[in-house]
């Protein structure tokens, strides 16, 4: 965990995604790997998820900075997926 300048703790991460999805009436594999923070409150409980889990995210993207073309998912929430 590390803290902002403000002293808000974030907790950076890389998510990994893979699921099939339909395209033109085609299934499709879609898979990625895509760098995500949790920060404030949300980062105290996504530091102690259990890694390799199976969970469902809330977040947005955005510009990992202001001249930056990397995305970076700020997660808003989650739950593990049974």
């Known amino acids: ?3 902002t300048p403000a002293g ?3 907790v950076t991460a890389v998510l990994q995604h ?3 999805q339909m395209e033109a009436g085609i299934a ?3 898979e990625f790997e895509i760098t995500a923070l949790a920060a404030g409150e949300i ?3 996504f530091s102690a998820a ?3 889990g199976v969970h469902q995210f809330t ?3 955005a510009k990992k900075s202001r001249n ?3 995305l970076v998912f700020h997660i808003i929430d989650f739950s593990a997926v049974s």
Request: no cysteine.
């Open 68 to 70: 930056s073309k990397s």
């Open 43 to 45: 980062s105290d409980r």
């Open 59 to 61: 977040g947005f993207l």
């Open 8 to 10: 808000m703790p974030i």
């Open 18 to 20: 893979s699921s099939q």
């Open 50 to 52: 259990r890694l390799g």
């Open 1 to 3: 965990m590390r803290y």
């Open 28 to 30: 499709r594999l879609a």
